[in-house]
């Protein structure tokens, strides 16, 4: 892991212990693309044998979606609704990245790279929101985008649960006053 590396990651440990603007892209848009990839990548594997991989993707992502919203804040200011995530984000965000890990190993029998470089590539993913439409080329990118998808749509549902000011500034989002 080289230090620029370490830096995003320690950026991004940091940046889920400050407020952040809510926005469709992370509750709506990367969660439906996350589906829409899964769709056209699933089409490519054989039914039967996916069953119990997206059974314990769908399991998993609605226990992280739901983890994920245990420490979330909510700060109303005049420019807007700002959302803090704290430990139970990173949690979760760590369950998905290790269940992806795995699910390689699985497939694969083996990583054709590093743990560490699979890490940084996530945490890219996450810090640069439009490197979340990347392509997922491993053998289980499909898996990778199921459990996104779940988890970030379980995220939004258990987030507007607990705090219903997250649908609403959503609805507000991007409209001229």
Not at 16 to 45: C, D, E, L, N, T
Not at 141 to 165: H, N
Request: glycine share 8%; hydrophobic share 55%.
């Amino acid at each position: 892991m080289n230090i620029l590396g370490l830096l995003l990651i320690i950026y991004f440990i940091k940046e889920q212990f400050h407020f952040g603007a809510v926005s469709r892209v992370k509750y709506w848009i990367i969660p439906v693309v996350s589906f829409v990839m899964f769709w056209v990548q699933f089409v490519k594997v054989d039914v039967l044998e996916a069953l119990f991989p997206v059974f314990i993707c769908v399991v998993v992502g609605l226990f992280v979606g739901w983890l994920q919203t245990y420490h979330l804040q909510v700060k109303q200011t005049d420019s807007g609704l700002f959302v803090r995530s704290g430990f139970s984000y990173l949690l979760g965000w760590l369950i998905v990245f290790i269940m992806q890990v795995v699910m390689v190993i699985l497939v694969e029998g083996k990583l054709k790279e590093s743990v560490s470089g699979m890490l940084i590539e996530e945490v890219k993913r996450d810090v640069f929101t439009f490197l979340s439409f990347t392509p997922r080329e491993n053998v289980t990118g499909w898996l990778d985008w199921l459990l996104i998808g779940v988890t970030g749509l379980a995220y939004f549902y258990f987030s507007r649960c607990k705090y219903p000011e997250i649908g609403k500034a959503l609805k507000k989002t991007g409209k001229k006053h």
